[in-house]
């Protein structure tokens, strides 16, 4: 059981590169979700899909896509880096959404843009 | 939508003494309230949560208490441990909705 697993784990892009942030978990979750972590912000909320075949903003969606592929996996593209994108990603699973939704959070995944 | 903040934003404690971590939300319709510790380098981890039904809760040398009506909750961390440094986050949410963070309290235990 590897809970909540994320690739790449460090990654370096030029601005304008393009590049997709995979994420799956193996425990049956319904909802998932991608958070970036700067220093000092906080977590932030980029997308989230409360179940598979559904997505939805968060607090910070421009110049992010995602898609739900199946129930396991998540996934997060930048179409056209920017520098404002290097951040620490965060991908991360509940049972379900809201009140009773404890988060299971990926291994983080480290992007740099120059 | 919801607003969580979060303070002090860096906490320095001697081994053995408490600390205390505050939020307040905006959203009064919020009642579910979660704190995650970050160890340095690693994902965040939910330790203890409380719910808008319960005024306290405890779980071994850490206990989070909420004030519904002032709209502000507290992680207590008794005895702290130089294992007790990271960064901690409140979070809060409602309904159907999604979980909003603080920006994070740094702790750190100085044996």
């Known amino acids: 059981n590897a809970g909540v697993t994320q690739t790449p784990k460090f990654q370096v892009l030029k601005t304008g590169q393009s590049m997709t942030l995979q994420c799956a978990q193996d425990?049956?979750?319904?909802?998932m979700y991608w958070y970036r972590q700067d220093p000092g912000m906080g977590l932030r909320l980029i997308y989230y899909s409360a179940s598979e075949g559904t997505t939805d903003k968060g607090e910070v969606p421009n110049g992010y896509n995602v898609s739900r592929l199946n129930k396991r996996e998540f996934s997060l593209r930048l179409e056209s880096a920017a520098p404002s994108q290097t951040s620490v990603y965060f991908c991360a699973s509940s049972d379900r959404q809201g009140v009773a939704g404890e988060l299971f959070f990926g291994e983080g995944s480290r992007l740099t843009v120059l | 939508g919801e607003n969580v903040e979060q303070h002090p934003s860096t906490l320095s404690v001697q081994e053995g003494d408490s600390a205390v971590i505050k939020c307040t939300y905006s959203d009064s319709a919020s009642n579910y309230f979660p704190w995650y510790k970050q160890e340095l380098g690693k994902r965040p981890q939910l330790i203890i949560d409380i719910r808008s039904n319960v005024g306290e809760k405890k779980d071994q040398r850490i206990a989070v208490t909420l004030n519904k009506t002032a709209k502000h909750f507290s992680l207590h961390i008794t005895e702290t441990q130089p294992e007790d440094s990271a960064v901690y986050f409140c979070?809060?949410?409602?309904?159907?909705?999604?979980?909003?963070f603080g920006k994070g309290t740094m702790l750190l235990v100085s044996p």
């Open positions: 979070a809060a949410v409602g309904g159907y909705s999604t979980l909003t």
């Open positions: 425990m049956n979750h319904n909802s």
